[in-house]
């Protein structure tokens, strides 16, 4: 079927840091390495994925012992597929906007235009403090980040661009070669207010956890909203991690293993670290408020979203998720390479086909 703007996109978390995308000890056949991550970019990209997504990590923590750089891991991606979007995480602080500008100008250069970036705006002091780097509080990371956007699209859209924030400043600077239109597109995550107004006003797409179908409506909701009212427009994507199996009670039994097997002093290491985060906000909550432990073993509560089950659920709920207005989910696997394989050659044709189904039904109404 060919491509149509009006699709669901689908994503997938690289695993481009050791310990898989979940805090357990079952088994997970997934690598970090770039072979492995090379021949899972290509069975995602043949598989009908449209992005994947680089995580940034400077510390150990939660299975996490071997961290590969993302910008310098998405290009190595980028090389070895042909259609593949490859979203680099960055970090304000660690990096510069102009760094990153020319980071990024150059690669999309390279690859006829399918990098992209998603602006981390930090949530773990610790590893801020083990990188000399300041820790701010938590509404000024947003804004710090809201201004690293901002430099991003002056200095790759503005000859002798000038800019006066309180965390970066630019003076008559010029980049060449920019990157070629259209923009690399910027992503960002949280769901804090100061996320989701930061995303209302600069981002073009806006990463949630995992949750519910009614609570991931009213995100969307707000952010919309918010983001006519800015004269802005904002895409949403959603935190996943999937279980698809011939029957439902086979894809439980593998969720509940997961979490039998899952590593306490792990999760509740890091469910300590992310709700101090969140208490951190002026609203005294974040992304894992209300995550219990059985959630958080997939650290952003990627079992909430209930892709688990056979292809036919899990094809009718990501149709349900596009209904309220999701534009894309971000998935995560146990079993990266074999579980994407698939989940395209399962999953992404019946969600076409009910997608086709309610196209030519809207038609037909009017």
């Keep these: 079927m060919t491509a149509n703007h009006d699709q669901i996109k689908f994503a997938y978390w690289v695993p481009n840091v050791s310990g898989g995308l979940v805090i357990s000890k079952i088994e ?21 994925f449209d992005y994947a997504l680089s995580q940034i990590r400077f510390t150990a923590g939660y299975g996490a012992e071997f961290q590969h750089e993302p910008v310098a891991f998405s290009h190595a991606l980028l090389a070895a597929t042909t259609k593949l979007k490859v979203i680099a995480a960055l970090l304000p602080g660690p990096w510069n906007p102009a760094v990153a500008a020319k980071q990024i100008a150059t690669i999309n250069q390279l690859t006829e235009g399918r990098v992209a970036v998603n602006i981390v705006s930090g949530w773990f002091r610790g590893e801020f403090t083990a990188i ?3 820790w701010l509080d938590h509404d000024e990371r947003y804004r710090r980040s809201e201004e690293f956007i901002r430099s991003l699209r002056g200095i790759w859209t503005q000859d002798s661009f000038t800019f006066r924030g309180d965390f970066y400043r630019f003076s008559d600077y010029t980049l060449k070669p920019k990157p070629a239109q259209p923009l ?4 960002q995550g949280g769901s804090s207010r100061a996320a989701r107004d930061m995303a209302a006003r600069v981002s073009d797409w806006y990463f ?6 009614d609570e991931i409506k009213k995100q969307v909701d707000d ?3 918010k983001a006519r009212a800015n004269n802005h427009s904002v895409r949403i994507g959603v935190n996943a991690f999937a279980i698809a199996r011939d029957s439902e009670a086979e894809a ?5 293993e997961i979490i039998a097997k899952a ?3 792990a999760v509740d290491a890091f469910g300590h670290e992310v709700k ?20 958080l073993v997939q650290y952003n509560d990627g079992f909430k979203t209930n892709l688990i089950g056979t292809p036919e659920q899990i094809a009718e709920r990501i149709i349900a998720l596009k209904a309220v207005g999701v534009d894309l989910v971000l998935l995560g696997f146990l079993h990266f390479q074999e579980e994407v394989e698939y989940f395209g050659r399962r999953i992404i044709p019946l969600v076409r086909a009910l997608e086709a189904d309610a196209s030519r039904h809207v038609q037909a109404a009017e």
């Design 276 to 295: 101090n985060a969140g208490k951190a906000s002026p609203e005294g909550q974040g992304n894992w408020a209300k995550s219990s432990f059985e959630d």
């Design 252 to 256: 439980r039994s593998v969720l509940n």
């Design 28 to 48: 997970q056949r997934t690598g970090w390495d770039i072979n492995y991550n090379r021949r899972l970019a290509q069975i995602a990209e043949q598989a009908g």
């Design 223 to 225: 952010i919309r909203a």
């Design 208 to 213: 949630t956890n995992g949750n519910s179908v």
């Design 263 to 265: 590593d306490p002093e």
């Design 184 to 187: 690399p597109e910027i992503f």
């Design 132 to 134: 000399g780097e300041p």
